[in-house]
T-cell receptor, first 114, second 112 residues
Framework: GAVVSQHPSWVICKSGTSVKIECRSLDFQATTMFWYRQFPKQSLMLMATSNEGSKATYEQGVEKDKFLINHASLTLSTLTVTSAHPEDSSFYIC??????????FGPGTRLTVT | QKEVEQDPGPLSVPEGAIVSLNCTYSNSAFQYFMWYRQYSRKGPELLMYTYSSGNKEDGRFTAQVDKSSKYISLFIRDSQPSDSATYLCACRRGQGAQKLVFGQGTRLTINP
């Protein structure tokens, strides 16, 4: 399977600032990556599908201007949370789609907005 | 109604017990079914995937899918304390559609 890393693993920021989270596919050329958000004791909710070299596809209810996704290469996708607010505090997880069957997930990034 | 329903638990069993985890789904278009294990503050790890109805076994883990009743199960035999985690079921439509729809996850604790 694909090995996926995320950076940072934990970030604290002040309300109103922007935060960038990186997702790297270390051993697989990923044309498609996914970004999820997970609130405590809840399941993963897909935010957007990131396609290399094109615009991301956002799920209904996800603000594309607030959650900026860039997939500039086959190994890197970034999620920028702009003008973060306390309600954006969550666990953000990316995954790599390897084709037919599997998605492989990164270790997640815990965002705390104060 | 959620597309994938899963009892969040928590579920607590003694070491060595057989664990049964279940999900139901409502979308008949789902053809691929996965089980992920997630430890606290970590990303999900793929355990099993099954295409259409049937059983699949991998070591102590067995996944079952019954499309007629839209019911999926994961059985863990000889459960170990290291199996303590949250287990998430996920469903996906046919080839070419990669979007996963997850259940809420069941928190499982195996007591030594």
């Amino acid at each position: 399977g694909a090995v996926v890393s995320q950076h940072p693993s934990w970030v604290i920021c002040k309300s109103g600032t922007s935060v960038k989270i990186e997702c790297r596919s270390l051993d697989f050329q990923a044309t498609t990556m996914f970004w999820y958000r997970q609130f405590p004791k809840q399941s993963l909710m897909l935010m957007a599908t990131s396609n290399e070299g094109s615009k991301a596809t956002y799920e209904q209810g996800v603000e594309k201007d607030k959650f900026l996704i860039n997939h500039a290469s086959l190994t890197l996708s970034t999620l920028t949370v702009t003008s973060a607010h306390p309600e954006d505090s969550s666990f953000y997880i990316c995954s790599v789609g390897t084709g037919i069957h599997e998605q492989y997930f990164g270790p997640g990034t815990r965002l705390t907005v104060t | 109604q959620k597309e994938v329903e899963q009892d969040p638990g928590p579920l607590s069993v003694p070491e060595g017990a057989i664990v049964s985890l279940n999900c139901t789904y409502s979308n008949s278009a789902f053809q691929y079914f996965m089980w992920y294990r997630q430890y606290s503050r970590k990303g999900p790890e793929l355990l099993m995937y099954t295409y259409s109805s049937g059983n699949k076994e991998d070591g102590r883990f067995t996944a079952q899918v019954d499309k007629s009743s839209k019911y999926i199960s994961l059985f863990i035999r000889d459960s170990q304390p290291s199996d303590s985690a949250t287990y998430l079921c996920a469903c996906r439509r046919g080839q070419g559609a990669q979007k996963l729809v997850f259940g809420q996850g069941t928190r499982l604790t195996i007591n030594p």
